[in-house]
Nanobody, 125 residues
């Protein structure tokens, strides 16, 4: 069994910064890829934001956040962070941390099967 818990979020004005954190627990958690996703509204599609591999060396970003967001992984504590800078109103969404059900292809959004509960991020103009 694999459990994912995400933390952080909040409200900020445009141009500001926020950090999200995530912890994973369970079978082979240190071998799984982790990623952040977001959903702007109940009617919208869930969008992949960023991914990181098992040792934190390989990352992947959606074009919409490249250069503004940074995903990192503390392998000793198995914590994953998403630092979000230069936030824009269009970044407003519920953000979800997720883990894969396999050890490779971290940049394939479809491989993420275990989900955190979600954290609200609101950016005002």
């Amino acid at each position: 069994q694999v459990n994912v818990m995400d933390y952080g979020g909040g409200s900020v004005q445009a141009g500001g910064s926020l950090t999200l954190s995530c912890a994973g627990y369970g079978y082979a958690i240190d071998r799984r890829c982790f990623g952040w996703f977001r959903r702007a509204s109940p009617e919208s599609e869930r969008e992949g934001v960023a991914t990181v591999d098992f040792n934190g060396e390989k990352t992947h970003y959606a074009d919409s956040v490249k250069g503004r967001f940074t995903i990192s992984r503390d392998t000793a504590q198995n914590m994953i962070r998403l630092e979000m800078n230069d936030l824009r109103p269009e970044d407003t969404a519920i953000y979800y941390c997720a883990a894969t059900d396999r050890w490779d292809a971290c940049d394939n959004w479809a491989n993420y099967k275990y989900w955190g509960q979600g954290r609200q991020v609101t950016v005002s103009s």
